[in-house]
């Protein structure tokens, strides 16, 4: 008789949806999010090809004047990295303190789609808040044990 193999305890529903969506906001920032002069442009291609793209400058002008390509980036920089931190902290960390990652990504894409007019020009921008606002509530709600099994007496 073979005995079944369990997942750790600390291996939740809440926690395994926090990887799938913290992936899925990273090839967000892959898909194309800007029109300048008919091409589209993922936010990748600044973040990554900063330099190769000297229209971007033209069109981050358009939002204001005083806006620079680096400044643009921030946010979708300290996005993914909170990501990849929200993807590590799933797997290291064995308690719900996990769940400061997911948090601070959902911060950060709240807080930078909001504030950067630049982002709010793209497609779809409210696509990219999605993923991390719905990661930091079911965080919070694994935090708080709302999906806790009531033992039974």
Same mark, same amino acid.
């Given at each position: 008789?073979? #005995? ?6 600390? /291996?939740?529903?809440? !926690? ?14 892959? /898909?194309?999010?800007?029109?300048? &002069? ?6 990748? &291609? ?14 981050? #002008? ?45 911060? /950060? ?10 982002? !709010? ?20 709600? &694994?935090?708080?044990?709302?999906? &806790? #099994?009531?033992?039974? #007496?």
């Amino acid at each position: 008789m073979s #005995k079944k193999k369990q997942l750790p305890h600390y /291996v939740t529903i809440p !926690r395994l949806s926090c990887l799938v969506l913290s992936i899925v906001t990273v090839v967000l920032q892959c /898909v194309p999010f800007w029109n300048i &002069d008919g091409k589209m442009y993922s936010i990748a &291609d600044l973040v990554l090809f900063i330099y190769k793209y000297p229209e971007f400058n033209a069109f981050l #002008k358009s939002f204001n004047p005083t806006n620079s390509v680096n400044q643009a980036i921030v946010i979708p920089v300290f996005l993914f990295i909170s990501c990849f931190a929200t993807f590590l902290a799933v797997f290291m960390s064995k308690t719900k303190g996990y769940a400061i990652a997911p948090t601070i990504a959902a911060i /950060v894409a709240v807080g930078g789609f909001l504030w950067k007019a630049e982002l !709010r020009g793209g497609n779809l921008w409210f696509l990219h808040i999605l993923p991390p606002v719905i990661m930091c509530a079911l965080a919070l709600l &694994d935090a708080f044990k709302v999906f &806790d #099994k009531k033992e039974a #007496k």
